[in-house]
């Protein structure tokens, strides 16, 4: 899990020094680099909350940041993979527009993944847990036990770290696509 954690962190590292560098050619006009921007403030967010929770042994009630951080991964390879500016002006639509069902889309977060690459065996495993989610830590009262819920799939600390890890990095092969050198993959996971 340490292991897993110092990863996690160099890659919010290389997100923080290639904004850094990049900083006088961000363009606020450009839909593009504002919703990338944004996007990317967002990841690191919740990556660190995300962190704190499973750090503290509630790696289950970090699953919807996990989900979140999904949707924010795969919406930055999708800005940045073409039409960019199109794209972009799509997302900052859907996201003047907040709807907890809008922001977690299962259709648009498959055909979104689909359009760029995004590994299947991480959205997959994400959208798995919404039941262990949903379902964890149930018997976790004097009693509860005689209500005996389903058994969830598990979501173990060190695979949600995993799979945090492994969104970052496709976060940060966006911001790569976008602004060649500037955000070095080798750097990551």
Not at 126 to 150: E, I, S
Not at 163 to 188: N, S
Request: aromatic residues 6%; charged residues 25%.
């Amino acid at each position: 899990m340490k292991e897993a954690l110092q990863r996690l962190g160099r890659t919010k590292t290389v997100i923080d020094r290639g904004f850094s560098r990049l900083g006088p050619e961000l363009k606020a006009d450009d839909a593009a680099d504002r919703a990338l921007m944004l996007l990317s403030c967002r990841s690191v967010a919740v990556s660190n909350a995300l962190m704190v929770l499973v750090q503290h042994n509630h790696a289950v009630e970090a699953l919807p940041l996990l989900r979140s951080l999904l949707e924010l991964a795969a919406g930055m390879r999708w800005i940045a993979a073409a039409d960019s500016a199109a794209r972009a002006k799509d997302f900052l639509e859907e996201y003047a527009r907040p709807q907890w069902d809008g922001i977690w889309s299962d259709r648009r977060i498959r055909e979104r993944c689909a359009a760029v690459g995004f590994p299947d065996p991480v959205r997959e495993k994400v959208q798995l847990w919404c039941r262990a989610h949903q379902w964890g830590n149930a018997a976790g009262l004097p009693w509860a036990h005689v209500f005996a819920a389903p058994q969830p799939p598990d979501a173990p600390a060190s695979e949600v770290l995993e799979a945090a890890v492994a969104l970052m990095g496709e976060a940060v092969a966006a911001l790569e696509r976008r602004w060649p050198g500037r955000f070095p993959t080798d750097q990551v996971g």
